[in-house]
């Protein structure tokens, strides 16, 4: 069945540096691919998605690439910040429903 | 535009006693969805909805019943709660126009702990 597949963390950076996280897929048909976002104590919210093969999703410097050569949907960011503490899940959707990976816990220290 | 709403925040249940954690969207969206998060872990679904009075099961609905009466509401009941039942529950909606769910927008959540 479809599914995705997170790197484990937790991820530790300093400040600027840069990020990748990285998410592989498995799927039937052409779902839209997503990162979301859970800073601690909140719900998660929409980083950013794209939704077909090429296609580069980016948002507050992060920045994904559909690649279905590769199923794959990496994020990146240039220079991280403090402010990026969060985990982050890559999901896919099927029909009827989002399917999430494990997420990624990332600590950025000053 | 409130978004995606729950109550409670918070809530602490003794073993065998029932609640119902409530969710309301207004963006008139079509599907909404019950997760769970154990701490550290990803989400799981529990239930989801793709309109008013239509229901299924998602990956661990056992303990768990829901009801779609509303576009706007989407509540969720423990009955019989257990100690395995804590967690943080999540609520969502999406708006599906076509064969594939697009972006769910998530509440806030209820963190309910069971002693």
């Known amino acids: 069945g479809d599914s995705v597949t997170q790197m484990e963390g937790p991820v530790t950076l300093s400040e600027e540096a840069f990020l990748t996280i990285n998410c592989t897929y498995t799927?039937?048909?052409?779902?839209?691919l997503f990162w979301y976002v859970q800073y601690p104590g909140e719900g998660l919210q929409l980083l950013l998605k794209?939704?077909?093969?090429?296609d580069k999703g980016s948002n507050k410097g992060f920045e994904a690439t559909y690649r279905k050569e590769t199923t794959s949907f990496h994020l990146e960011k240039g220079s991280v910040q403090v402010s990026d503490s969060a985990v982050y899940f890559c999901?896919?959707?099927?029909?009827?429903?989002?399917?999430f990976g494990a997420g990624t816990r990332l600590a950025v220290h000053p | 535009n409130a978004g995606v709403t729950q109550t409670p925040k918070f809530r602490i249940l003794k073993i065998g006693q029932s609640m119902t954690l409530q969710c309301t969207q207004d963006?008139?969206?079509?599907?909404m969805y019950w997760y769970r998060q154990d701490p550290g872990m990803g989400l799981k679904l529990i239930y989801y909805?793709?309109?008013?009075?239509?229901?299924d099961k998602g990956e661990v609905p056992n303990g768990y019943n829901v009801s779609r009466s509303t576009t706007e509401d989407f509540p969720l009941r423990l009955e019989l709660a257990a100690p395995s039942q804590t967690s943080v529950y999540f609520c969502?909606?999406?708006?599906?126009?076509?064969?594939?769910?697009?972006?769910?927008?998530f509440g806030p959540g209820t963190r309910l702990t069971v002693l």
């Open positions: 963006m008139n969206h079509n599907y």
């Open positions: 909805s793709v309109g008013a009075g239509i229901t």
């Open positions: 999901a896919l959707s099927t029909p009827g429903k989002l399917i």
């Open positions: 969502a909606s999406s708006y599906q126009g076509g064969e594939y769910v697009d972006t769910q927008y």
């Open positions: 799927a039937t048909g052409y779902p839209s």
């Open positions: 794209a939704t077909k093969a090429d």
